[in-house]
């Protein structure tokens, strides 16, 4: 039973069928490190957001951090599923991320504009994902794909308008 603890993750050769593991897993990498970052700056503007759509932001927020919460675990579970090792470091997570920081304290309207932007940012990627998986026997990642990507635009349209003035 001492030695249970002493087993250390390895990546494995995977037989379903899929083409070609590497690029997709990478891939799915840039998704969940862009999910990570995002869920945690959609969390800060939940907790900073003020105004008079307070309620209205506060709560579309919570939902999609937690509903992008859940993917995280689905996309990183994808990766290994695949015999990669999904990203362990938060160094990791920077580096792959295209989702940025604003560098002033945005107002609301602001926020859901920066926020819906990201989401699109990310559904950019999904669509490349899916593209990457034409040819390789990959029907799991492209649905996980296209229904992280429906997420994403709907998160984005709603967002925006939210921010309609």
Request: with cysteine; aromatic share 6%; hydrophobic share 45%.
């Amino acid at each position: 039973m001492a030695n249970a603890l002493k087993v250390a993750p390895q990546t494995d050769e995977v037989h379903s069928g899929v083409k070609d593991v590497k690029p997709i897993t990478d891939g799915l990498a840039d998704v969940l490190a862009d999910t990570y970052r995002l869920i945690f700056k959609t969390h800060a503007y939940h907790w900073n957001v003020e105004g008079p759509l307070f309620y209205s932001i506060h709560n579309l927020t919570e939902a999609q951090y937690e509903d992008m919460f859940e993917a995280a675990d689905d996309l990183a579970e994808r990766i290994r599923a695949l015999g990669q090792f999904a990203p362990m470091a938060m160094k990791d997570i920077m580096a792959r991320s295209a989702i940025d920081d604003k560098h002033e304290l945005p107002t609301a309207g602001e926020m859901c504009e920066d926020l819906a932007a990201d989401h699109e940012r990310i559904a950019h990627r999904l669509h490349a994902l899916i593209e990457l998986t034409e040819g390789r026997h990959d029907p799991v990642t492209e649905d996980l794909a296209t229904a992280r990507s429906a997420f994403h635009e709907q998160a984005a349209w709603m967002l925006r308008a939210i921010a309609k003035t």
